[in-house]
């Protein structure tokens, strides 16, 4: 009697390696995404953490900018007026040195200017509006330094206009005036409410990985 199963061998294993070659593609897929989902988490992390880091720099930056401690090789190479005496260009010299910092510490700006894009691509067109804030700060710090350390000021609200200046170009300045001069604050407000955003947006997504590896880890731990 001819054997049942000769005839079936090669149809047979055809059919099982057909169900072998699916199971490894579906595999081999779902593989795949796990990875591309992973690494697409990675970039999250890594633009949260950088955004955060620079927000945190971003005070430590302008608090050097606006510092109100100034020493003369800060301002040594600054111009002197046709009949300026010395203690004219004595007073100006902190002024100048408040741009030479701004310029010094251009390479942040760039930083923060560069992150923008990659921060639109992670949280949307609208929450880039932040980044304004500090570049609104900046042109509010430069201005008034240029008005203070090269223009006159004339009129009857000169002082007030100085003040104002003054509370933009030095730290902490604004605390004392504040009461009687509302707004001059807009350096710090501009500073405190980038930082708070970028906080709001990106804590999160460093909290909520850091917890779930931590979380990972200990239940690894366990098991063995």
Known sequence: MANP??????????????????????????????????????????????????????????GTIRDPGTFGPEYADMPRRDGEGEPEWRSRGPFYATLRRVQEHADFFERLAKLRPRYMALFGVPAADSFKLIREARAYVVVSAQHLCYRPFV??????????????????????????????????VRIKSFVEETERRCRPIIDRTYSARNKKHWWSKKSA
């Open 5 to 62: 199963w000769a005839f079936g061998w090669t149809p047979l294993l055809t059919i099982v390696g057909f169900f072998v070659t699916i199971g490894v593609a579906y595999f081999g897929f779902r593989t795949f995404e796990r990875w591309k989902r992973e690494k697409i988490e990675e970039k999250r992390i890594d633009i949260a953490i950088e955004a955060l880091e620079l927000a945190y720099e971003c005070q430590e930056v302008f």
């Open 155 to 188: 009129g009857p609200d000169a002082q007030n206009q100085r003040i104002r200046m003054e509370c933009d170009v030095w730290d902490g300045m604004a605390d004392v005036y504040l009461a009687d001069y509302p707004g001059v604050d807009r350096v710090d």
